[in-house]
């Protein structure tokens, strides 16, 4: 798979945000992009190849892997990525209405189109509950569907064609626990970030809109 879209879109969307905005784009394109491309993805390559039961019967091996993988971990990050990163493109949008607004009108509507103010705001605000609804989503699907946050060495499996209970050993377990673990770290770190950063902007212009009141009610 081709990641250098989604570098091109944390790259565009780097030029609108917060200071914590900007350590949001380093921490998934660091932690979690680069991690993912250049160790994990390999880790998973040929985890269905690399699984093995304690019996050749036809159709059993692949049966127990469809249930105990029913979504590849691999698979399911790599959408995690792209959906916690997509409403990004929310506020590249609103910028580019606002750039062609100015374009078409051929006069000055707005101080800088990439401020932040009035419904580019909002924008901003409503992808960061996106961003942060989608991750804490997947970390739900990855507990449910895997039984928690656990890699086992040996899984037992009974479903038919297998003739009785079978073990089936998953490879390198110990690997794909400590980067399951590191990913799912890193995806609560970005959590915290875009709390941070909501309750941060709230905060800056509650306080703004508060204080041009005052000074009105004053004058």
């Known amino acids: ?27 998934v394109f660091i932690l979690r992009l680069l991690v993912y ?9 040929y985890e269905h190849d690399e699984f093995e039961c304690n019996i050749k019967q036809p159709g059993c091996e692949n049966v127990c892997f469809d249930h105990f993988f029913p979504i590849s971990h691999i698979r399911l990050w790599a959408l995690q990525l792209i959906m916690v990163s997509t409403p990004s493109l929310l ?9 062609n607004r100015e374009k078409h ?6 101080k800088s189109p ?19 609804v989608f991750e804490i989503v ?19 499996c009974d479903i038919r064609p297998c003739p009785n209970t079978v073990d089936c050993y998953i490879s390198k377990p110990t690997e794909k626990m400590i980067f399951l673990y590191f990913l ?11 709390l941070s950063e909501f309750s941060y902007l709230i905060f800056k212009y509650s306080t703004k809109w508060y204080l041009k009141r005052y000074i009105k009610k004053r004058q």
């Open 138 to 156: 997947f970390l739900f699907l990855f507990y449910k569907l895997y039984n928690g946050f656990e890699v086992p060495r040996l899984v037992k």
């Open 184 to 194: 799912v770290a890193a995806s609560c770190l970005c959590i915290a970030l875009n």
């Open 105 to 110: 009108r051929n006069q000055k509507l707005y």
């Open 1 to 27: 798979m081709s990641w250098g879209f989604l570098r091109d879109l944390l790259s565009g969307v780097n030029k609108y945000s917060t200071g914590i905005g900007r350590i949001w784009v380093a921490v």
């Open 37 to 45: 491309i250049v160790a994990a993805e390999n880790i998973w390559k």
């Open 114 to 132: 990439g401020e932040r103010d009035g419904g580019l705001l909002c924008t901003y605000l409503i992808s960061l509950i996106l961003k942060t």
């Open 91 to 99: 506020v590249i949008f609103h910028v580019a209405y606002r750039e």
